[in-house]
């Protein structure tokens, strides 16, 4: 049987921002099950109450079954917590500071696992450029910053691309060779990337979109996907 591996990266918005709300339903749209089981992790932003508060508040009127594991506080039943979702989404904060939890506690190769098994992963801001090989980083210290992803997907991505001075570093960085070339996703946008690729983009705000980026070169991963 061929399992079509999914990944949803979303630029910005979503519960944990109380904004745009159509994004978490492009998520949940990805499980075919009748009563999808979906697992929040809020370690980027290191388990804070407020975001899990809105992951129920803003996710419990849907017919899902929730629950949330706090990795700052332990690690015992992580692997047999994540088996049990058809659906991952990480919270957006400090991406260096949940990548090092995850190498500091070996979990790099559970998410391989679930991703490989076919459970639907997904996050916003650092919840969606961890999955890349690089990203750009604003999490470790003022300026942005490459930093090493976990190698889901290819290439190097950004998230808040609608940031005009992060999506300028981000195209500087690709044409320094300082980042491989990668993909820019603005606020209001989520994408669906299957088996490492780019499939689909979903904007819940008009004018929004997601872009491909090389040397000296932008275009809308819409057409990105289409030359394909």
């Keep these: 049987m061929n399992i079509k591996k999914k990944i949803v990266a979303i630029g910005g918005g979503g519960f944990t921002h109380k904004t745009d709300p159509e994004l978490d ?45 706090e990795l700052t506080k332990k690690i015992d039943g992580f692997e047999k917590w994540i088996f049990k979702n058809d659906i991952i989404y990480l919270g957006g904060g400090n991406t260096s500071y949940m990548l090092q939890i995850w190498e500091n506690k070996k979990l790099k190769n559970i998410f391989r696992e679930a991703y490989n098994s076919g459970i639907v992963l997904s996050g916003v801001s650092a919840g969606a450029i961890c999955w890349f090989d690089w990203s ?12 090493r992803g976990i190698n889901l997907i290819s290439g190097s991505c950004t998230p808040h691309s609608s ?66």
Excluded: C, W
């Design 25 to 69: 339903l492009f998520i949940l749209s990805q499980s075919k099950k009748k009563k999808i089981k979906l697992g929040f992790l809020p370690t980027a932003s290191k388990d804070d109450e407020e975001k899990i508060k809105r992951f129920y508040h803003g996710l419990g009127k849907y017919n899902l079954e929730l629950s949330h594991f």
């Design 136 to 147: 750009l980083t604003d999490s470790l210290g003022p300026d942005f910053m490459p930093l």
């Design 163 to 228: 940031d005009l001075d992060r999506m300028k570093n981000f195209q500087y960085k690709i044409n320094n060779n300082e980042l491989p070339p990668g993909i820019a996703i603005d606020d209001g946008v989520a994408v669906l990337f299957v088996n490492g690729y780019p499939e689909k983009v979903y904007s819940s705000r008009k004018g929004s979109d997601a872009y491909f980026i090389d040397k000296n070169n932008k275009i809308s991963l819409k057409h990105y996907i289409l030359k394909k």
